[in-house]
């Protein structure tokens, strides 16, 4: 039994998955174990207390234990990702510039994202996106401010073209009160160079809101994305609206819940872009896609402590297969990120994802055509557990990959008499063939949709997959790593004994951070003078120190001390004529003359030859840079991966449990059975095998071995 000091020792990170609650619990000395839970939707500060004391357990504590000894708890999940597909948001208000009240309707023309292909292909089966805010709440009221522009204007950026009629915005907010709404948006044109008109009309609506006493919070875009777009613009601060509270309130149940245990700090989230901040973060649409963040940025710790400086991530679980990229150490961020059919103003990890997971739901249709997905089991896993549909894990308890005896260690029974008898009549009897071979078709298609999307992330950014590892992780990564690595040309594959919870690895390992950006559009052709870029350096400095200055206001109100604030920088720069900018980290952050102004634009060309070819270079068209950003970092625990000494490759005869039959590749054959925790670092186990766990399944097939190394990371290759 773990003996309790008096510090807060343990750290805690939760991903909260359709299926599984996974928890990393890391010790005082930054080893860490993991528990597990099925996901309660309805009540997820069960499943939570749950998954916290299934890791406590292992140390013979309680989640009570646990908490009352906590520095950190870190919870992501698809709280958000929920409330935006059931629609279950607050009634909303918009106030916007008169002439722009159906922004909500025409999207950009971006009616198609989200869409299936054939969706695409024909119109008539396009469904629009659902609105996020009732039509007869968008209420314009007249104001202008001028935008910047390449062209000869009469106006300078920032001028006011047309001054705020006061009184129309009081009758706007009165109209909206009276329309019961609980939340006010306010999103004027070009409020991202001059923000006067959105601070004033929002000074407007809580004094009207206050006369009325009603709780109804104003939310300005100025605040919430100051950048240009406003089509994106608008719909972030509809995700803070229609959302973002309603997140906060089931976030501050999982909080109030662990600090009834005597956990005493704020809970955190996951921000999309990577980053961990409290849930009390005025901003909380931005951990919209706090789940899948983790397993990059766990991701991004291997590539720290490991040669492998290039993967590609593989992160199967009960509901999706998504794949992501970390490349010279770093994870890919997506500027105008598209989520649940909308695109925000916001930097989100780039994923690509396919609706196919290990509780995706198989059927044959009336054609005898075969599907996989969208829907998902979830934590009611198959026929062979609560769902009264086929899934892929009914699949591989039938062929016997997986354990019906051993799901979640034992305390989870499937049955697979009831996983055989639908794949016999849901399946096998439609298409007329054997069971079992019926069953090794369903996953060589699932299989195939997976191998297909790692291959098109990689050769549709022009990489070279021989130069990249493929992580394999997720609840059912390791069962299917055998599947849907094969052809893919990687050259290395891997995963972790806590593939399982790999994503809450990576939760705990994030970094406290906040990010802040701000449009500036400015023009650097080769004409430009010393004198010129001088001012363009200066505009740029100026735009970083205002950045700052919110950073640390914001993290000194949640209680962090300034003088730990380390700041990063960077810009959004392209040549000039193109229509995307690149995300160009810097490492300087004080910008004054023509030659600081030489650095940047070099530091863009090294960013440009990473993604693109030497050969589309283009300097002399010369450059522009249209954003600017600050991120503000604070010290936070973090766990460790240790090193071990390296033993024989013959594993111990602890580690062996038995033999069983799988069904694999057209035959019955024996996989010899060992048990995950008595591997050692150097141990080497050859196929046909399997290694189980409480929490995932490795399958290692003939011809194929797993070594383990050092740092007791998972090596799949070819019997050497």
Request: aromatic share 8%; glycine share 10%.
């Amino acid at each position: 039994m773990t003996t309790i000091k008096k510090e807060k020792d343990f750290i805690l990170a939760l991903d909260a998955g359709g299926t599984m609650t996974d928890t990393i619990l890391v010790k005082p000395d930054g080893s860490f174990i993991v528990g597990k839970s099925l996901t309660n939707r309805e009540d997820e500060k069960s499943s939570y207390l749950e998954s916290v004391g299934d890791a406590a357990s292992y140390l013979g504590l309680t989640s009570t234990d646990i908490h009352s000894n906590c520095a950190v708890s870190i919870y992501a999940g698809t709280g958000m990702l929920n409330t935006m597909l059931t629609g279950t948001g607050a009634n909303v208000g918009l106030i916007v510039t008169r002439g722009f009240e159906h922004i909500t309707v025409m999207e950009g023309g971006l009616t198609w994202l989200g869409e299936s292909q054939a969706e695409i292909l024909h119109q008539q089966l396009r469904r629009h996106t659902t609105p996020l805010v009732d039509s007869r709440n968008v209420i314009g009221v007249s104001e202008r401010i001028a935008g910047p522009t390449y062209l000869t204007a009469e106006a300078d950026s920032g001028d006011i073209l047309i001054p705020l009629n006061e009184k129309e915005v009081e009758e706007a907010v009165k109209t909206l009160l009276k329309n019961k709404v609980e939340v006010i948006g306010i999103l004027f044109v070009n409020s991202y160079v001059d923000p006067r008109h959105e601070l004033k009309a929002k000074e407007i609506a809580e004094r009207i809101v206050q006369e009325y006493g009603v709780d109804v919070p104003v939310v300005c875009s100025a605040e919430v994305a100051p950048v240009m777009k406003e089509n994106n613009r608008v719909k972030s601060v509809l995700f803070q609206t229609f959302a973002a509270e309603k997140t906060r309130d089931q976030l501050r149940q999982v909080e109030e819940a662990a600090q009834k245990e005597g956990y005493s700090a704020p809970l955190q989230t996951l921000l999309s872009y990577g980053g961990a901040v409290t849930i009390h973060y005025p901003r909380l649409y931005e951990t919209v896609l706090s789940g899948p963040i983790g397993g990059l940025t766990g991701a991004q710790q291997i590539a720290k402590i490991t040669e492998y400086k290039n993967i590609v991530t593989a992160d199967l679980g009960g509901t999706s297969f998504d794949v992501g990229l970390v490349v010279d150490g770093l994870i890919g961020i997506r500027k105008d990120a598209d989520f649940a059919r909308h695109r925000l103003a916001l930097p989100m990890v780039a994923l690509d994802s396919v609706g196919s997971g290990a509780g995706s739901v198989v059927r044959v249709d009336n054609y005898r055509r075969m599907h996989i997905g969208p829907q998902s089991a979830g934590y009611r896993v198959g026929l062979c557990h609560q769902y009264p549909d086929l899934t892929i894990t009914d699949i591989n308890v039938a062929l016997g990959y997986v354990d019906p005896n051993y799901f979640l260690g034992g305390k989870v029974k499937l049955d697979r008499d009831k996983a055989l008898a639908g794949l016999e009549e849901r399946v096998a009897n439609p298409l007329g063939l054997d069971i079992y071979k019926a069953g090794e078709g369903i996953l060589e298609v699932f299989h195939t949709q997976m191998k297909d999307l790692i291959r098109v992330t990689l050769q549709s950014r022009g990489y070279n997959p021989s130069e990249f590892t493929l992580l394999c992780y997720g609840g059912a990564g390791p069962v299917h790593m055998w599947g849907y690595s094969e052809g893919t040309g990687v050259g290395n594959i891997i995963t972790s004994p806590f593939a399982a919870a790999f994503s809450a690895f990576g939760a705990a390992c994030a970094e406290y951070t906040h990010r802040y950006d701000k449009s500036l559009v400015v023009l650097l052709p080769h004409t430009l003078g010393s004198e010129e870029k001088q001012r363009v350096a200066e505009s740029i400095n100026h735009a970083w120190r205002r950045l700052e200055a919110n950073a640390i206001r914001e993290m000194a109100n949640e209680g962090l001390d300034p003088s730990q604030i380390t700041f990063r920088y960077g810009v959004y720069a392209r040549y000039i004529g193109q229509l995307e900018s690149f995300d160009t980290p810097l490492s300087f952050g004080e910008i004054h003359s023509a030659d600081d102004i030489e650095r940047l634009t070099s530091a863009f060309e090294d960013v440009y030859t990473k993604i693109f070819p030497e050969g589309a270079r283009f300097p002399e068209s010369g450059y522009a840079i249209t954003e600017v950003y600050v991120q503000a970092v604070a010290p936070k625990p973090v766990p460790v991966i240790r090193e071990y000494d390296l033993q024989d490759a013959m594993p111990s005869d602890s580690a062996y449990v038995s033999t069983r039959q799988v069904f694999h590749k057209g035959k019955w054959q024996g996989f010899s059975v060992w048990e995950m925790k008595e591997l050692h670092a150097g141990n080497v186990v050859q196929g046909p095998a399997i290694i189980q766990d409480p929490m995932t399944t490795v399958v290692i097939p003939p011809g194929k071995e797993v070594g383990v190394d050092k740092f007791r990371l998972l090596h799949y290759r070819d019997i050497r």
